[in-house]
């Protein structure tokens, strides 16, 4: 089964740029996969940022994530990646990328992001 794996996460300050990056190991994405970006901010709900089915490319945002965040793939490095603009302390959360393959939804452990003021 595929195990996806965030990367990228860490600290930044208030206004900064930051791409994540969503791998898979113990298989590949195939063609009607989607990729989920989610976020858990303390306290809070995990919500859905967006989503992209990997054949395609066709894209979905969440209404709140509309304009700082965008969600890509690249085929040839087998990779999904969230992107973001102008962070705020409000965006520190510990991010996840999923794959729903098959029907089943794998998940990452997550990458976390503290942005400071």
């Known amino acids: 089964q595929v195990q996806p794996a965030e990367s990228g996460g860490g600290v930044v300050q208030a206004g900064d740029s930051l791409t994540l990056s969503c791998s898979v190991s113990?298989?590949?994405?195939?063609?009607?996969?989607?990729v989920a970006w989610y976020r858990q901010a303390p306290g809070k709900e995990r919500e859905v940022i967006g989503t992209i089915t990997w054949d395609a490319g066709s894209r979905h945002y969440a209404d709140s994530m509309r304009g700082r965040f965008t969600i890509y793939r690249n085929y040839n490095e087998n990779r999904a990646w969230l992107h973001m603009n102008g962070l705020k302390p409000g965006d520190t959360a510990i991010y996840y990328c999923?794959?729903?393959?098959?029907?089943?939804?794998?998940w990452g452990q997550g990458t976390q992001i503290t942005v400071s003021s």
């Open positions: 113990g298989g590949t994405f195939v063609g009607d996969d989607m």
């Open positions: 999923s794959i729903r393959q098959d029907s089943v939804v794998y």
